[in-house]
């Protein structure tokens, strides 16, 4: 497993770079012929690398497992190396040792002869660094045919938890147009965009509201052409979490609603909802009832957790397919340098997953 990990992860693959997205996506085509028998249906894509679907077993139902093999690091960044008890690596949590896992998964069920009576669809996307524009509409489409959902994106850091609730993710950028003058002769005659955004900055970081678990985070900014002319222009790219569709319907409707304090100003607000809340059903609490018999059986403590972090799974439950996530690798680090998984959980967690195919 680990040899198929290195592999997969030495095909780096950032997102918007398709050729190496594609060249990672053979690499893991090769290991599902070769350890399962089968080869992928491709969806092709222009600027992003191409998705795939292995489908393992026969039966009327299916069981739908989600995973991506884009990365959000540029190649060349980080290394490959194995220190102690950890896997270091670019993309290795988030999440390629995952896909590993899920494949040998399914291995061990064919290799044990166990009885599969339903469909096991792979769908490994391409693109969920970036919001999963592309494959948003392939993942919907094959959660509502799915009797359930496995996402084998990272197990909550530290305690290793499964993941049952999620916030959405809401992406907004807000524009502001003011009246360019001179800062010296003619100062009065400007209207500052920079101020004005300075403005709806305190106002939607005010939003914040942490009871709610809501959180309005405006993390890039930018103004302004010299520091001797009045900004005639500036913009501020906002981030929004909401635990709640409500939640989230009501910080759409503010954003939609901003408005400029002064004549001589305009606002305008691009953006949206890109991925809705992932809220816990008593569908997804039976499946993880079901995940913490068999870790019982195995051995292991396993918690569920609800984070801030957005994946696929906000999708495949937004269509109404009960869906457990973070049913990948354990470790520490995504989007950081550090990132690694823990060498002693690979098994584990394949196990776990691998008892939840056969008992689904």
């Known amino acids: 497993m680990i040899s198929c990990i290195e592999a997969l992860v030495r095909a780096e693959s950032p997102t918007y770079d398709k050729q190496r997205v594609d060249a990672c996506g053979k690499v ?7 350890h399962l028998g089968i080869t992928p249906e491709v969806y092709r ?4 690398g191409n998705h795939m679907k292995f489908i393992f077993g026969k039966g009327e139902e299916q069981v739908l497992i989600v995973g991506h093999f884009d990365t959000v690091w540029e190649p060349g960044r980080l290394a490959y190396r194995v220190e102690e ?20 998964a399914a291995k061990a069920l064919r290799e044990l002869g166990l009885p599969v009576n339903k469909r096991i669809v792979f769908l490994c996307n ?6 999963s524009i592309t494959s ?11 009797k359930a959902v496995f996402v084998v994106e990272a197990a909550q850091a530290v305690t290793g938890a499964l993941k049952t609730a999620r916030k959405g993710v809401s992406i907004y950028k807000v524009r502001v147009r003011g009246r360019a ?28 509201d942490y009871d709610r678990g809501t959180t309005v985070n405006v993390g890039v900014v930018h103004g302004g052409t010299r520091s001797n002319v009045v900004p005639e222009g500036a913009e501020a790219d ?34 949206g909802i890109n991925r809705p809340p992932m809220e816990r059903t008593e569908k997804t609490g039976q499946l993880f009832r079901l995940a ?10 396993l918690q569920e957790a609800m984070v801030g972090g957005g994946s696929d799974g906000n999708f495949t439950a937004a269509v109404g397919a009960p869906t457990l996530d973070g049913l990948g690798a354990v470790g520490d680090g995504p989007h950081a340098e550090h990132e690694h998984i823990l060498i002693p959980y690979i098994t584990q967690r394949a196990a776990l997953l691998a008892h939840l195919l056969e008992r689904v």
């Open 45 to 48: 894509q222009d600027q992003v």
């Open 238 to 271: 906002v981030d929004v979490r909401t635990v709640t569709w409500d939640e989230a319907d009501r910080i759409h409707r503010i954003m939609e609603d901003l408005k400029p304090s002064r004549p001589g100003l305009s606002v305008t607000v691009s953006g």
């Open 181 to 208: 003058a001179h800062a010296g002769n003619h100062h009065e005659d400007g209207i500052s965009a920079v101020r004005e955004l300075a403005r709806l900055v305190e106002y939607l970081e005010s939003l914040t």
């Open 28 to 34: 893991l085509a090769e290991q599902f012929r070769e």
């Open 292 to 301: 913490q018999d068999i870790a019982r059986e195995l051995g292991l403590p």
């Open 85 to 104: 008890n950890r896997i270091y690596g670019p993309g290795i949590l988030d999440m390629k040792a995952g896909l590993v896992q899920a494949l040998w």
């Open 126 to 131: 391409s693109d969920e660094e970036v919001g």
């Open 136 to 146: 948003r509409a392939l993942i919907e489409e094959e959660a509502k045919r799915s």
